[in-house]
Structures are given as C-alpha cells and as structure tokens.
C-alpha cells in the first residue's frame, strides 16, 4: 500500500537471464517479472519478433497471476509500442483509467536510424507498428511526454489526438543526493584508475545506435592529445565493440572504458568526475530526452549535451544554467565547448544541477501529475 493505493508491476524478464515469469511481494506493490525474449543488447531481428510477443505474453501471466484483481489505473509505457490490445483488454475488463508515459516514439526513430523505412519489405513493419502506435494513444486517457518538443511532436504527427490529453511528464528520481567529499572523491579515482589531477568527462549508459557511436569515436579522437583532460565511458550495448576496437587501436593515455558496474558504484564513481556526457545521433527527427541525464544531476554534475537539434534536452541544459550544448555533426563545435567547460566557472553550475533536478524531475512531480485526473 503506498499513498492509499495497491500497487501492481508488471515488468520484462528477459530471456537471457534465464529466469522464469515470477511473482514477488516487494515493500509496497507485487511485482510479477515475465519472461519475455531479448529486446536489449540484440539483433533487430530478435527485438523485433521479441516485442510482437511481450502483449501475449503479459496477457497470460496477468490472468494467471492476477486474475482477481480489478484495476483502476492502468500505468504503462514506451518501448515498446505493441501493448495496446493487452490495454485495450484490460481497460475494458476492469473499465479502468489509462496513463501513457511516452519515453519513446517508435516507430519513427526506427526510421531515422534507418533500422526500419517507410517503403519496400522494411515498409511492412513500419505500418503496422505505426498502427500500434496510433491504437496505443487512441486508448489511453493521457499521454505524459518527456518534455515539451515531445508534446508538440506527438500533436503535430498525430492531429487526431486531442490535445488537451497530452502534457509534460517527464522521467523522474527519487530525491537523493549522491556527493562525496574529497577524500571519498580522491579514492574513487584511485579505485578506478582515474587520474586526480585530470578534468574528468564522463559518458555513462547505453552504447547503441541512438547514442551515434562514431560521432562519440570521432569526438574522442579529437581528445588523444588533451593533457587536461580525461574521458570516462562506462555502458554496454549493440555498439560496445565498436569503441573497444578504438580502444584496442589508439590505446589512449588520457581515457578509459568499462562496461557497466553495479548502481551504487556507478553512482559514486559518476560523482567522482567533473562533467557528465549525453550523446544523441544527429539523425534523429524525434526528440529524445536521455533519462540518464538525471544520474548526472543528482550526482551535482553539469552536463555536456551532444545531440541532433530536434531535441530540446540541450535547450534544458543551458537554459537551465547546469551545461552546455552543440550539435554532433561537428568536430569543431565539440572542441570549442571542452575548452569552455575547462574555464567555467564549475561550483555554480555543479549547484545549479542539482537545484534544476528538484525543481523539476522530482518522482513526487509526476505522481501529482498522473493522480490529479483520477481523483
């Protein structure tokens, strides 16, 4: 019971684990985990027939583990796009309420990154998971953007949805603040073989197609010679080999690579660097909003945005006074603002982080938010 409410999660188990579908009591909610195929880290191929498949399979496990129970709102979100018919199922069952958090706009980032197209064989999938799409927002009551150039993407590629049921609800953390002193500070570095002397840029999250991985490399590249800095890149993903094979062949001096580490440790380890990265490939027509910016921010550290100009994200940054912005088709650009950020002045923007976080990517926000329709 959490607020006056019974909460129930439903989440992916993805087949690699090698676990079956489980129901276990947490603190405050049952969380049934599914058994579901690959979606992450694999082939397009493996994801696309996986997430035809998730709708089916949530559908089965809800009736066998939560046959029972009527639900009054329906909390869902994107990727992937393929639930509408286990939606519609339930809200018509239960006459429930439904609330859309739009993460993601697939199909059509799909097709920017030219892993689906709108024409030939590839054309086939991308209408009908554009027609999932549009089921997808028919049923839902509202639908919560990222940001504001989300709510304005949706309206404009999607007339029919009235725009009264379409606002701003973006990804959101719990308050904590994660700040080490200089001591803690100095061993993290030490533990993870981090110079102490070295401005620190770090990169921590997925390493995939929408990141624009040779940009990243390019970007990189322009850095082997930078004595005053050092660059962090920490994540996983279907393009992780790509930069351990740049690693393998310049063997650079002032940067490091990992695959991911357990949250704590990525969290302080994150602290212990200067300014966090966000990298975005310059053909994206949708606007991503990287939720690991809030890692950053939490952690008081500004933000270096890299991105296409059809996102807002850097818009937020700067105007937010914690970070700076340029887009990633320019090497030069990028240069420029690591020679800026080296002479800002770091304890404003490091405060201004923070602050920006708990003014406005708060979870006790969007609770607000998503409760106020359904009192």
């Known amino acids: 019971m959490k607020n006056g409410h019974e909460v129930y999660i439903v989440s992916s188990r993805e087949k690699r684990a090698g676990l079956p579908t489980e129901l276990v009591q947490e603190d405050t909610a049952k969380h049934l985990m599914v058994k579901v195929g690959n979606v992450t880290k694999t082939n397009i191929l ?28 329906i ?14 199922y339930i809200k018509k069952r239960n006459n429930s309420a439904t609330y859309l958090i739009l993460k993601d706009i697939f199909p059509q980032n799909a097709v920017d990154l030219g892993m689906l197209s709108k024409t030939g064989i590839k054309g086939i999938l991308y209408k009908y998971f554009r027609k999932q799409e549009k ?8 639908i919560g953007c990222m940001s504001e150039a989300n709510v304005q993407y949706v309206l404009r590629h ?45 990169y921590g999250g997925n390493l995939g197609k929408p990141q624009g991985i040779p940009f990243l490399i390019s970007c990189l590249k322009s850095q082997l010679t930078n004595e005053n800095t050092f660059f962090l ?7 992780y080999d790509r930069i351990s094979a740049f690693f393998e062949e310049e063997k650079p001096h002032n ?7 357990p949250k704590e440790d990525y ?28 890692s950053y921010m939490q952690a008081r550290l500004p933000v270096l945005a ?10 937020v940054i700067v105007e937010g006074g914690f970070g700076w912005w340029c887009e990633s088709n320019n090497i030069q650009n990028f240069i420029y603002k690591i020679n800026e950020i080296i002479g800002s002045n770091m304890v404003q923007f490091k405060k201004n982080a923070y602050e920006y976080l708990n003014q406005n990517y708060i979870v006790e926000f969007n609770y607000k938010t998503v409760s106020g329709h359904f009192k």
């Open 46 to 73: 493996e994801k696309g027939i996986s997430t035809l498949l998730i709708s089916n399979q949530y559908k089965r496990a809800i009736l066998r583990y939560f046959s029972g129970i009527k639900f009054d709102l």
């Open 75 to 88: 909390l869902y979100s994107t990727p992937p796009i393929t639930l509408a018919s286990l939606i519609s």
């Open 135 to 142: 089921k997808l927002y028919k049923i839902s009551d509202y």
């Open 158 to 202: 999607n007339p029919e949805i009235e725009k009264k049921k379409v606002e701003v609800c973006p990804n959101s953390i719990e308050s904590h603040e994660i700040k080490l002193t200089q001591s803690e500070k100095k061993c993290m570095r030490d533990k993870y073989g981090i110079p102490q002397d070295k401005f620190v840029f770090v």
């Open 233 to 239: 890149i920490v994540g996983d993903g279907t393009e």
């Open 255 to 261: 940067m490091k690579l990992m695959r991911r580490l």
């Open 267 to 294: 969290d302080r380890m994150i602290a212990a660097c200067d300014v966090g990265m966000i990298f975005l490939d310059h053909r994206f027509t949708i606007p991503n909003f990287p939720s690991r910016l809030l």
């Open 306 to 315: 890299v991105t296409d100009p059809n996102t807002d994200v850097g818009k």
